[in-house]
């Protein structure tokens, strides 16, 4: 298992574009989690997964943003129309059930001009 | 929500010196992740602990849950310690994170 893998690494987008971040949590970990960072700050939570249900999702996901887990494999997130306050560190984390073990993607950083 | 806190934000040492971080929380929690991140920004897992003391090589995270209160501490420290070191609590329930802001450590040969 490679661990926690995201897609693209880096994405630089025009404004107004839309834009679909993938992420591939380890294999048979039923839970999932998003989270944004803004340079110089902690990661903030945006959503959250429990297989293919999402159960959570924070007042940051605006509703440009959405995200699926189809099958509770793999999970995208997508940004429509994009602006600027988008630009941001985009990281997911995958853990499994029973356990607050957390583990980390290489993030997704986008920057949109 | 849990409030975490982090001092210093910035901290700058030379080479071989004895660095801490310290992490503060607001509400009682199970456990607490101590997580590096370097400049490429992806974020590794260094410690999770609810109670005590873990030691892994030349770093030991100590945590005192009364006092809410936890430590990262960087013994004979070296310049590939340079990073980015954010503290972490979870949500009851879902295990969502709560971050701190982080600290940024700098070591100079």
């Known amino acids: 298992d490679t661990g926690v893998s995201q897609n693209p690494r880096h994405k630089i987008t025009k404004r107004g574009q839309n834009v679909t971040f993938r992420c591939d949590p380890i294999?048979?970990?039923?839970?999932l989690y998003w989270y944004r960072q803004t340079l110089g700050q902690g990661p903030e939570f945006l959503t959250y997964f429990q297989n293919e249900a999402q159960l959570e999702k924070s007042r940051l996901l605006s509703d440009r943003f959405s995200a699926e887990r189809p099958k509770g494999s793999f999970s995208t997130l997508e940004i429509q129309r994009t602006e600027q306050g988008d630009s941001a560190m985009y990281l997911c984390?995958?853990?499994?059930?029973?356990?607050?073990?957390?583990?980390f993607g290489q993030g997704t950083r986008l920057t949109v001009v | 929500k849990n409030e975490v806190e982090q001092s210093p934000q910035n901290l700058t040492a030379q080479e071989g010196e004895f660095i801490t971080i310290n992490c503060s929380y607001s509400v009682g929690i199970s456990a607490l992740h101590w997580l590096q991140q370097h400049p490429g920004g992806g974020i590794v897992s260094l410690f999770m602990l609810s109670s005590g003391k873990k030691k892994h090589g030349r770093l030991i995270a100590t945590i005192n849950i009364q006092e809410k209160h936890s430590s990262l501490h960087i013994t004979a420290s070296h310049p590939r310690d340079s990073a980015v070191y954010i503290c972490a609590v979870p949500n009851f329930g879902n295990e969502k994170l709560t971050f701190g802001t982080g600290t940024r450590l700098t070591i100079i040969p």
């Open positions: 294999s048979e970990h039923n839970r």
């Open positions: 984390a995958s853990s499994p059930n029973f356990s607050r073990e957390a583990f």
